[in-house]
């Protein structure tokens, strides 16, 4: 789905966030506008370094979004003129981490952020390879002042001061492997990376990669709830690679302009649990029966299709860049104040009675600000069996998660 205005979406009813949110906050006073435009939308980071030219063809969403979502934001505008040089400057002011930054979905995401004109810091975290990773891409003449970071004794310091955290760090899938079979590696990863975030960063934003998504992020939530800093509004899975196939897969198959398509995709992040919502495409649109079974097995599948054409060479690596770059972006206008950001997100959730879910989320400062509801109460009869299908597995993808920390824990103190 687009990263949009709400007034250019049929969002319906819009759910609270629940009355589990801030538990354990600490709360971090903003420290200010990066005084972003609020019509400044993503990926115009080629013109960070001097100015941004207000043009349509600046977002990731392509060139020129949905000619609504673009009318939906001059009110706003006031006299600013869209249609020629109007020379904005937003100024870098937000610190991102990524940990996993020399992998392959972590050198073209740390690229894609060192774009983004909203960054004033971008922090490499790696095991190995970073330092080369960082002195490369520290040439660009972009804001973001560019420092790797290597090895364990490093993590705390890529962490100080950060706004944002993004964990792509773990083991990719091979031909043949299912996303659970990488949980033995991943979950151990994300476990010892969230702690280190508590520890050094427990205001940030935390965007969370590595796979099983559907399982990492709960590991996540219960490292935080036992670091006592646990902000459900602050813990993201990033599903935008889901919402990002959706679009491109429905505009192909539909002949639709691909700027103007918007699919939100909810559940979570693996096989069955990946739910596109076909019959709330935006434009609208009519997708028959056939044509519903066929996107829905397509973009569920999206994952491995990429595995099996990389023939043990990985997983996705530069289309997931390019979505969570999007997430990024989102995420900082977001704590801009841009009061219009909305994105699919694996959070925690009370849209359903699974406790992680993916939904539209509508994003501000503080974070997930509200669970988009209409996403589960307005579905089509094929949607809503596939929700029931779906829910065990994505349950028992959760409680395996939760398991794992707990068991942690419990062999620790032994
Ligand atoms: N959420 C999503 O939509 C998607 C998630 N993924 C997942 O993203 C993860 C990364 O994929 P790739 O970048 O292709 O893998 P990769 O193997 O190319 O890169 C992973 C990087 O993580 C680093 N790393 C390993 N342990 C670490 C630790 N403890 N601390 C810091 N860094 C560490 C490695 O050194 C390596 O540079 C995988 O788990 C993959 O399944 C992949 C595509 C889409
Ligand atoms: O399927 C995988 O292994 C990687 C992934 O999450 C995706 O491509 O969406």
Redesign the pocket.
Known sequence: MASTSSSALSIGSVASYGSQIGLGTKAKPFHGSCSTPKLFMGFSGLKGASSVNCERNTSFLGNGRNAKVWESFKPKLGRVDLSTKSQLHPQACFKVAV?????????PLSLLIKMSPLVSALHL??????KGVAADLSHCNTPAQVLGFTG?SE?ANSLKGVDLVVI??????KPGMT?DD?FNV?A??VK??VEAVADNAPDAFIH??????NS?VPIAAEVLKQKGVYDPKKLF??????VVRANTFVAQKKNLRLMDVDVPVIGG?SGITILPLLSRTQPLVLINNKETEELTARIQNA?TE?VEAKAGA????L??AY??ARFVESSLRALDGDGDVYECAYVQSDLTEIPFFASRVKIGRKGVQALMASDVLEMSDYESEKLAALKPELMASIEKGVAFVHEQTAAASV
């Open positions: 940990l996993g930054a020399a992998g392959g979905i972590g050198q975290y790696d095991i190995a390879n970073v364990e993590l792509p760090a773990g083991i990719p899938r996303g990488l991943n151990s990863i010892s990376l969370i990669i590595s796979n099983p998504v990492t899975g990033v599903t935008t690679l889901d992040h994952g990429v990985g997983s996705a690596t289309s997931m979505a969570a």
